[in-house]
């Protein structure tokens, strides 16, 4: 089994920064895909950033030029660095992985996810 774990949620101010780390642990042929979702209440949760195994990277529209995604592979960790917060980055985000489990078996797998809060 695979456990993602997510750190660095917490309360700040409009306009400030924030860095999210997130650490996959458990039995893993290959980690392939990381990401982070995030989540507002009442609303459906959403792709925030995405990055291959390769590095290749893809931002939501909403997130681009503020936020920057990046991962460790030897340490099969991957990071959200966020600035220029605004009150509509709120919510809970959460980490997930595209994962092989083994040589013939891919799933995806999700954090508990971390809140991320911004105050106006």
Do not use: H
Request: proline share 2%; with cysteine; hydrophobic share 35%.
């Amino acid at each position: 089994q695979v456990q993602l774990v997510e750190s660095g949620g917490e309360l700040v101010q409009a306009g400030g920064s924030l860095k999210l780390s997130c650490t996959a642990s458990g039995t893993m042929y290959r980690i392939n895909r990381m990401g982070w979702y995030r989540q507002a209440p009442g609303e459906q949760r959403s792709m925030v950033a995405e990055i291959s195994i390769r590095k290749t990277i893809t931002y939501a529209d909403s997130v681009k030029g503020r936020f920057a995604i990046s991962r460790d592979n030897a340490k099969n960790m991957v990071y959200l660095q966020m600035n220029n917060l605004k009150p509509e980055d709120t919510a809970v985000y959460y980490c997930t992985a595209d994962v092989s489990v083994d040589y013939w078996e891919r799933r995806d797998f999700w954090g508990q996810g971390t809140q991320v809060t911004v105050s106006s």
